[in-house]
């Protein structure tokens, strides 16, 4: 895929699911959940056990209807050996300027994560494609992003970490272009338990939320 159609799909979707596992096998079980309820989007962060190998093998197996991207990539020698995988963007929880070169090298789609208006000026003048706002919920949620909104219209921003199902929709209507969502998605009591309908659920739950959302702005 082009950088330019990775960004639109991940606009249309609306939700990036942020998988973290205990095993390889794990993650790929709640990926394939995700997009059983209907958000063909998955990063895979690189604290999953061989993450790159899951990679690997979603791209082989599910490369039709899955956007696949590897996140939590802090290191340099990290971005060639995820796209090698078929990470088609990557995610990285801080600025670091060898990694943004290097995914720009590579012409895939970045997202540099940020917190303080300084970082989010940084990260959006170094180039980045999204900027993630994280840990977004621990500085006041859809109200943080809001204000943000007023110095930064016209950055692409991505609230991560504490977007659940009671404010998932309050982040959109403060000018969220997508979300990242990570446990309150993808569950790690139920992935433990191998109730994948769980997760399923949950992801067709938020998908409604966006769906929501959007119809609400058109109308």
């Known amino acids: 895929m082009t950088k330019n159609e990775v960004r639109e799909r991940i606009l249309d979707v609306g939700i990036i699911p942020v998988i973290r596992a205990e095993s390889a096998a794990k993650a790929m ?17 690189m604290t999953v056990p061989n993450a790159v190998e899951a990679l690997r093998q979603l791209n082989k197996n599910m490369k039709s ?40 090298e590579l012409g895939k789609l970045l997202m540099v994560g940020a917190l303080t208006p300084t970082e989010v000026m940084q990260a959006w003048d170094a180039g980045t494609d999204f900027v993630k706002i994280f840990p977004c919920g621990l500085v006041g949620g859809p109200k943080y992003i809001k204000a943000l909104r007023g110095p930064f219209p016209d950055v692409a921003m991505i609230p991560t970490g504490g977007v659940n199902l009671e404010n998932a929709a309050d982040f ?35 998908r409604a939320i966006v769906q929501g959302n959007r119809s609400q702005r058109a109308a």
């Open 29 to 45: 079980q709640a990926v394939e959940a995700v997009c059983d309820g209907g958000i063909p989007i998955a990063e895979i962060t």
């Open 172 to 206: 959109l209507h403060a000018g969220a272009d997508a979300l990242g969502i990570g446990g309150e998605l993808v569950s790690a009591a139920a992935l433990k338990k191998g109730d994948l309908h769980a997760i399923t659920a949950t992801a067709q739950q938020f």
């Open 65 to 104: 209807r899955l956007l696949a991207g590897a996140g939590t990539v802090i290191h340099a020698d990290m971005v060639e050996e995820c796209v090698e995988a078929g990470a088609e963007f990557i995610v990285t929880p801080g600025y670091d300027p060898e990694v943004v070169s290097r995914v720009k």
